[in-house]
Nanobody
Framework: QVQLQESGGGLVQAGGSLRLSCALS????????MAWFRQAPGKDREFVAG????????FYGNSVEGRFSISRDNTKRTAYLEMNSLRPEDTAVYYC???????????????????WGQGTQVTVSS
């Protein structure tokens, strides 16, 4: 059974930075594409960023492109989301997700993801 554990959320002022981490346990990390989603109160869960199993391809949601960066370290079984120039509208619970996939496709659809973390709160104050 795969388990995902996020860390790194918190409270930050607008313009600041945070780095989220997602550690995978239970199966081979390199078999999974990884992604970050977020969900604000009263809104649908939104795709933020994704990375292929090899790390060779990344994809970003329109609202974060140029400000956020996703990466992974397969030796540490961990994915990361570096968030810069944070805005109050980035406030949400951020979820890590894993999609068992050995091609370079990165899905933006939450139903395609097999495993989810419990979420970590990110709050950006104005």
């Amino acid at each position: 059974q795969v388990q995902l554990q996020e860390s790194g959320g918190g409270l930050v002022q607008a313009g600041g930075s945070l780095r989220l981490s997602c550690a995978l346990s239970g199966r081979s990390f390199s078999s999974y594409a990884m992604a970050w989603f977020r969900q604000a109160p009263g809104k649908d869960r939104e795709f933020v960023a994704g990375i292929s199993w090899s790390g060779g391809r990344t994809f970003y949601g329109n609202s974060v492109e140029g400000r956020f960066s996703i990466s992974r370290d397969n030796t540490k079984r961990t994915a990361y989301l570096e968030m810069n120039s944070l805005r109050p509208e980035d406030t949400a619970v951020y979820y890590c997700a894993a999609d068992y996939r050995l091609n370079q496709i990165i899905s933006r659809t939450k139903d395609d993801y097999d495993y989810w973390g419990q979420g970590t709160q990110v709050t950006v104050s104005s």
